[in-house]
């Protein structure tokens, strides 16, 4: 007997005890039964309702194993708050011979009617979580309107309790900074450089790091500091909700109709004047308008604002310095993202590479690659085997001429035993015909072999790799080379970019390293 426990707990504010006290459960029933001790899965501060929870994939995954024949939980939750989630996992279960047994409410896959009992708890505890959201939301809405915060804390305020609840305060040095980013903004600065400046001054963000971009943007669900009502005086709550996609459990965000939105006035809250308030607005709504007209003129009305990669190796390249991409940051020049993004706080490495003589460079150390008689090898091997696959079966083309044979012979056996009609005499015809494609399709196979059509190869190869700048399906030939090259980290030195190839693929075969050398600009920190 190989046993298994899973245990979890939900939340922070949960001990880590909960899951020391299921396990003594768990482990008090395997002493009854005289089991062994069992192996032990756990997530922490983690809800059941998510099915990407770490140590339960890997509980799955050793289950899939072989690793144990019986599960123990302390309780059905335990194992999941998703009704169709539990489901799925007692039938994975129950398929790979695993026994699954819930120490405290009974349940045990292997006593007949278990699928009912099963169904029933995880039933229930999915309405628990329902329930206990709705009592949550109701509680919440209490708070909002009177004033109190109901969700979390802006940049640029305090909180305090009063018994009652949480109110905000405005914390003096955080509102100063809050000012200059909507003055900023207002007087055309975008996200990207109100982010690059406050790095440079060494401002921390609200989580403590670098700031972002997407931390200001002013997104239409209110998020972004630019888009927050709060820095008016005006509190907004249930603007809004969490829904999370049944396929793949992930959570996103959804604006709620704005006429279940909670709005209190606090003029007490203000930062930001009416006058600067309603100019960032403005100019928020003529950025919309914008991206909308592009859209429209697109003809995709659900066309992002951006397109897709559009070059060979968009995605393929990496900082040097501090692993970001290395993406267009101009009409023709690649450069950091992070560098571009949040500026050279973040990350120094201001060096741009044009994008033409990237390629040039890049595609000339790839093709001294694949031309090497080590890449042909492989070439070559790779061909070899795929031309065998491709092999038709002398068996089953030798299965096809016996049937014709044996058709063509039970037509004469006929015509022996007097049935000659023109029907029959069609019909034969018609027989000998297949037998004798069918005869000369097997000579063919039987004779086929692959190293019969590969005195070209070399040939084909270099015409391959030649050509490899002239592919028009660019994301396929991205996808090539990503396989070939894996990623392309570029590190500034001495006033040039090094274009390092991690081995990947066919570059594997010999560490690839070209220097960027001419056509790059040299290395300048101005943004």
């Known amino acids: 007997m190989r046993t298994a426990a899973y245990a979890r707990f939900s939340s922070d504010s949960q001990r880590e005890a909960s899951i020391r006290d299921q396990l003594r459960n768990i482990e008090a029933y395997c002493d009854r039964m005289g089991w062994p001790r069992p192996a032990l899965f756990q997530d922490q501060a983690i809800s059941g309702s998510r099915i990407d929870r770490p140590g339960y994939q890997a509980m799955l995954n050793a289950a899939r194993a072989g690793a144990f024949d019986t599960l123990l939980i302390d309780d059905f939750s335990r194992l999941s708050r998703d009704h169709v989630e539990a489901a799925q996992a007692v039938r994975t279960l129950k398929y790979l011979g695993v026994r699954l047994i819930s120490v405290s409410d009974g349940l045990d896959t292997a006593r007949a009617g278990y699928k009912l009992e099963a169904g029933f708890r995880g039933l229930m505890a999915e309405l628990y979580l329902d329930d206990l959201a709705e009592k949550t939301h109701r509680g919440l809405a209490g ?15 305090d909180s305090t309790s009063d018994g009652h609840g949480f109110r905000r305060s405005i914390n003096p040095e955080q509102a100063r900074r809050v000012l200059w980013i909507f003055e900023r903004y207002v007087m055309g600065d975008t996200p990207r450089a109100i982010a690059a400046a406050l790095n440079a001054q060494g401002v921390p963000s609200p989580r403590g790091s670098s700031w972002s971009p997407t931390a200001l943007y002013p997104d239409a669900k209110g998020v972004g500091m630019l888009g927050n009502s709060i820095y008016a ?82 995605g393929l390249l990496r900082c040097g310095c501090c692993g970001s991409a290395y993406v267009i940051v101009d009409r023709y ?23 033409r003589a990237l390629e040039t460079v890049l595609l000339a150390g790839i093709k001294d690659e694949l031309l090497s008689e080590d890449a042909f090898a492989v070439f070559e091997q790779e061909a070899r085997r795929l031309l065998r696959e491709a092999q038709p079966d002398p068996r089953e083309s030798a299965r096809v001429v016996a049937r014709a044979r044996a058709e063509v012979e039970n037509l004469l056996t006929a015509i022996r035993a007097g049935i000659i009609t ?13 037998l004798q494609e069918a005869e000369q399709q097997h000579r063919a196979v039987a004779q086929w072999q692959p190293a019969q059509i590969l005195p070209r190869a070399r040939e084909i190869h270099r015409s391959l790799v030649e050509q490899l700048e002239r592919i028009e399906d660019v994301p396929a030939a991205r996808e090539a080379l990503r396989s070939i090259v894996g990623e392309i980290r570029l590190v500034p030195e001495n006033g040039s970019l090094w274009a390092e190839m991690k081995p990947g693929g066919l570059a594997s075969l010999s560490q690839l390293t070209v220097v960027a050398g001419a056509g790059f600009e040299p290395a300048t920190f101005g943004l």
């Not at 909670?262 to 004047?273: F, N």
């Open 143 to 157: 708070q909002a309107l009177e004033g109190y915060s109901a969700g979390g804390l802006p940049y640029g305020y």
């Open 233 to 314: 005086g005006r509190q907004v709550w249930n603007r809004t909700k969490w829904v999370k996609d049944p396929s793949t459990g992930r959570r996103r965000r959804t604006l709620r109709p704005p006429s279940e939105w909670v709005i209190t006035e606090d003029p007490s809250l203000r930062i930001v004047d009416e006058a600067t308030w309603a100019a960032a607005e403005a100019r928020t709504r003529a950025i919309r308008a914008r991206t909308a007209l592009m859209r429209s003129n697109s003809g995709n009305p659900r066309a992002r604002g951006g397109r897709g990669p559009g070059y060979l190796f968009s």
């Open 333 to 355: 020049r690649y450069g950091c993202a992070k560098a571009r993004d949040r500026g050279p706080a973040a990350c120094a490495n201001a060096a741009k590479a044009s994008r």
């Open 422 to 434: 023109p029907a029959t005499k069609q019909a034969l015809e018609t027989a000998e015909a297949r």
